[in-house]
Each structure stands twice: as C-alpha cells, then as structure tokens.
C-alpha cells in the first residue's frame, strides 16, 4: 500500500525525523491560507498530491496548467493561488505514472529550506539475502532505479540482518561515502536509527527519501518522503490502512482489493494469475529472462475457487495492456475443475481476444483439462512455468 507524500512526513515526524513545517490545500485559497500560517515571507514549495516519484521532472498534459512540473518553488504569497490554479483538477505525468498520468486533487504547501547538502537515502527489503537494506546516493530527484542500472558505483548498500541497528562502523560508511566528516556521526546515527525503527515498527517494504537535507547546524531533514507497506500486515496498522486513498486507485485494483487479491501493474503485455507470493516472483523472473514484460500480476493467495478465478480473469482482461495470458494456479487439495469453471464463465462475459496459457496442479486436473478441451477455446496447456511462458510468447508472437 502507498500513501501520498505529506502523509509519509507526518509518519517520519511521529518518529522523530525532522520535516519542514507545511500543510495540505484543496482549492487555491487555502493553499494561500497554508502558506502564510507557515511563514509570513517565502519562499514556499508547491507539491503535486499524487502517489508518484519523479514529480519535479514530470509535465502537466493540459496547456492551462503551464509548462512546469508537479513540484514548484514560489517566492511571492500572490503567486500561490495562481501557482495552485494550474495544478489542482489537472493531470500529471511522470515517467512513474505512464503516458496516462494522474488527476491532482490536492497540494501540499511546504516553508522552503535552504540546505547546505543533500542527498538520497532508501531502505528496503533485499528477500535474496534477507536483509534491510540502506540505499545512500549523492545523486537526487533521480529515479534510483536508473542510477543503479547506470552505474551501480554511485550508490552505497548496507545490509542489516533483521533485529540488528546500525553499527558505527556502517554509519562511518556512509559519511565516508558522502565526503563528510566524523563530526556529523552523531547526526546521521540518530537519524538512520529513527528511520530503520519507522521502517520495522510499520512493516514498511520501503522508506525513499529524495533528498536528505543536511542544514547548517549538521542536522538532517527530509525534504520529501515515500513509503509503501506490506498489504499482508495491514490487519496490524489500522491507523497506516486509514491513510488509503482510494481515488488513487485503478478500478481494478480496487475490485482485485474486493475478493482478497494482491494485484499490481507494470509496463509490459503479460497478465498474469497466480496463487502464491512465490509462483508471482518465478513468473516475473522467468519472464524477464526470456525477453518478455509484465502488464500486471494477480495473485489470488489462499483458496481458489470458481468465482475468484472469473473475478481474476475478468480483471486481467480489462487491462489494456495485456496481450496474453499466463495461469499458474498449483496446489495439492485445489480443485482443478472448478478453476476451469471459473475460466469459462469469465471467458463467456468478456470474450477472448488473447492467447491464454494454463498450468494446472492439484485435484481433478485432467478433468479440468477436459472441460476446457470440450469448450473449444484457444487455451493451451502446460507442464510447468519455463514452459508455459515459452508457449505463450511464441503464441503472442504469432498474434502480432
């Protein structure tokens, strides 16, 4: 689950870690409002409300909204409410958000401060070792992704075993790294320390903060934040599941929310349906290394049924971008059968107009084959996942 910027602040302010002062605006009187209950003089940072890196280099698609980005510096209070005019009830694009971008439906005003360095710092969950790992670059407002598959020197990694802090040593590390001296240890151990504890307290699966800024006085502060949590531990933080905004939400991801699925979406042509947070990551890998993308994945967990298969169908079918379909759906108890039940209806609702490739493990499986086989479809079966993605990719080949 991600939550929207100013939210991620509060969250690092509750724990500890300096933010600067600012407020959430929905119409462009209130932005003025904020502003000057910050400070009487500017400047004043304008920052696009949508869950979305990469906003200071996006651009607006309507041409009343100007040439700047999502993330604006105003140094006259009589700019703001013209500054928020452009922004609100328009649609932002960044590299993030694709070609379709995202309505701004809200600002959040924010004092400017002036730092004397900054730089950028993540925490994530490495699952091939596991370990937290501490992200630093000096390269900021720049997608990490990119950094790292441009040149992986530029940025440091730090590996924690889960219930281990940072060590002087590794704080040492970072300092060195950024060209700082031993007086800013105090400084960087306290602040790395409050963000390693926000991250394991929350079930965080990422804390980005792009940039740290480091003041005069040696003291740091995030001047943006980002946070994404573990869906599986929400029934743990109700107060982090009452930040959800649903107006951020895709369609389908709110009705794959409905019956209990985890769903995401990239850039590729693949759907994908699966009922395993492992058979999800194979898929993925898989798929990759034969030269093919993911549109989306759909990840039904637990029991699978007639009804959650269709739901599941019907919710890939609808993504645009998908041009083939993988089902590996494996399991020792599960009812095969019933899976190509729910394959059939979903099929008779929405059609099919793409290639779909299933692989089946479990209970009634060759008479699940048989129901399929009679149905006339243009499904075809797998023995194993190395296959079926091998099979569906020549077949999307051959649709093209």
């Known amino acids: ?38 400070t009487s003089r500017g400047p004043w940072m304008l920052k ?8 200071a280099s996006g651009h607006f698609v309507e041409r009343e909204a100007g040439h700047k980005s999502g993330i604006r510096q105003v140094t006259q209070i009589s700019n703001i409410a013209y500054e928020t005019t452009q922004m609100l009830n328009n649609t932002l694009v960044t590299e993030q958000t694709g070609a379709e971008g ?50 992986e020197s530029k940025i440091l990694r730090i590996n924690l075993k889960f ?10 590390q970072v300092l060195d790294f950024l060209n700082l001296d031993k007086s800013y240890l105090a400084n960087f151990s306290d602040f790395f320390a409050k963000l390693y504890h926000t991250f394991m ?18 003291s740091l502060i995030a001047l943006d934040a980002k946070i994404n949590f573990d869906d599986n531990a929400l029934f743990r933080h109700p107060e982090v599941l009452r930040l959800q905004d649903d107006y951020e939400e895709s369609a389908r991801t709110l009705r794959a929310k409905k019956f209990g699925f985890q769903y995401s979406e ?15 990551l194979e898929a993925l890998d898989l798929i990759q290394s034969k030269g093919g993308s993911m549109a989306c994945f759909l990840n039904v967990k637990g029991g699978v049924d007639k009804d959650k298969i269709a739901a599941g169908i019907k919710i890939i079918m609808t993504n645009p971008r998908v041009e083939g379909i993988l089902i590996n759906v494996l399991g020792g108890f599960l009812r095969c059968n019933l899976i190509a039940d729910g394959i059939l209806a979903a099929t008779q609702e929405v059609g099919m107009n793409v290639p779909i490739v299933l692989r089946l493990e479990g209970t009634n499986k ?3 084959k048989n129901i399929l086989a009679q149905s006339n479809l243009p499904i075809i079966f ?13 077949q999307m080949e051959i649709n093209d």
């Open 201 to 218: 307290s929350l079930d965080a699966q990422m804390i980005e903060i792009n940039p740290v800024g480091i003041l005069r006085d040696k």
């Open 1 to 38: 689950m991600n939550i929207h910027e100013y939210q991620a602040k509060k969250i690092l302010a509750q724990h500890g870690i300096a933010i600067p002062a600012g407020g959430i605006a929905y119409t462009p009187n209130e932005a003025k409002r904020v502003a000057l209950s910050l």
């Open 102 to 151: 995202k309505l701004v439906s809200k600002v959040y005003v924010e004092a400017f401060k002036k730092a004397k360095h900054a730089f950028y710092a993540g925490m994530v969950i490495d699952s091939s070792l596991p370990a937290v790992t501490l992200l630093v670059s000096e390269i900021i407002n720049q997608s990490i992704i990119k950094v790292a598959t441009t040149d």
């Open 266 to 280: 990239f850039d590729g042509n693949i759907g994908c349906i699966v009922n395993g947070d492992g058979l999800a």
């Open 366 to 368: 060759e008479e699940a």
């Open 48 to 55: 696009a409300q949508i869950q979305s890196g990469a906003r």
């Open 382 to 394: 797998a023995d194993n996942m190395n296959n079926a993605i091998t099979i569906l990719l020549k």
């Open 163 to 172: 219930g281990e802090e940072f060590s002087e040593s590794q704080i040492l």
